[in-house]
């Protein structure tokens, strides 16, 4: 089974590459864009069967090794 | 006495600590991640570099390396651990030290060398340096750093602040800020004051006719808690 979590940076936290995406968008007069914030996704196969075992599992795996608690938030999709 | 530098996938400055610690009278052991236990010493080093690439945040990786959980041991001993730059980053990640390490506010890889000030010499990092504030090299491009208001609150409380960034007279502000880093931060220490990790690299400065002599002093005076 495939599980897709996506990990990004708590509110507030400075995020100097989203400014600089948001930026360059604006740039490429795409005007609409208020805000940019970067984030990183992760496709992760596991082999288990039951759906709510297998996304607590990569929850887990978020908490002790994905994410940084300090600065990041996830979130299993 | 005994120092251990820890060697990483894509440690880059192992080969200057060696040197640098040598020089001032260590006797260095070169150690690869891999191993279930650090060999007796009463100084551990991570260098600096980009240990695994730097894949998916600096010192995440090497953060759960086989070693690691010997180093928590080490530290419990209360025997002294320094990290550098990437060094630092790993401590961070293993929790050994609070915070974290982001991205440089301007989005630039930053080489150059900089003031610094010794904000907490009560630890065997800086006890006996008589200078307050030193010339030393930095090379990065995480070195920004960042905890939270609470965390920033209890590290002040408890004096952990090891170093700031300032100008050559010691005055630590925005303009003396290379990276962003809160509060001008530098270096900290843990609770217990026996673990350090700065993002400057003293043992690039170990030589008056090379670069700079700053390092020597930093140097000497972690010798120096041994005799």
């Known amino acids: 089974m495939k599980i897709k979590a996506i990990v990004t940076l708590k509110e507030g936290v400075l995020d100097p590459q989203g400014k600089a995406i948001q930026q360059t968008l604006s740039s490429m007069s795409f005007s609409e864009v208020k805000k940019v914030r970067q984030g990183k996704y992760f496709d992760i196969e596991v082999n288990i069967e039951d759906e709510k075992k297998a996304k607590a599992k990569v929850e887990e795996m978020c908490e002790k090794l994905l994410a940084n608690l300090v600065i990041e938030d996830y979130k299993i999709l | ?227």
Request: glycine residues 8%; hydrophobic residues 35%; contains cysteine.
């Open chain 2, 1 to 227: 006495m005994k120092s251990s530098v820890i060697i990483f996938p894509g440690s880059n400055c192992d080969r200057d600590m060696d040197v640098a610690l040598k020089k001032f009278g260590f006797k260095n052991q070169m150690v690869w991640h891999n191993e279930p236990e650090i060999p007796k010493s009463d100084l551990i080093v991570l260098p600096g570099g980009f240990s695994y690439g730097d894949y998916l945040r600096c010192g995440s990786i090497a953060g759960k390396s086989k070693i690691i959980n010997s180093l928590i041991d080490f530290v419990k001993s209360g025997r002294l651990v320094l990290g550098i730059c990437n060094g630092f980053q790993i401590l961070t990640e293993t929790g050994l030290l609070p915070g974290v390490l982001q991205r440089n506010k301007n989005l630039e890889f930053i080489c150059k060398n900089v003031f610094i000030k010794i904000n907490n010499n009560s630890n065997s990092f800086f006890n006996n340096i008589k200078k307050n504030v030193l010339k030393l090299h930095i090379a990065h491009n995480e070195g920004n750093y960042f905890c939270s208001n609470d965390e920033l609150k209890t590290i002040e409380d408890n004096n952990q602040i090891a170093i700031t960034y300032c100008n050559s007279e010691g005055l630590s502000n925005e303009e003396n800020n290379p990276n962003g880093a809160i509060k001008n931060i530098a270096g900290v220490l843990n609770k217990e004051k026996n673990v350090l990790g700065m993002m400057p690299h003293p043992e690039r400065m170990i030589d008056k006719y090379l670069s700079g002599d700053d390092g020597s002093i930093f140097f000497e005076n972690i010798l120096g808690n041994f005799k």
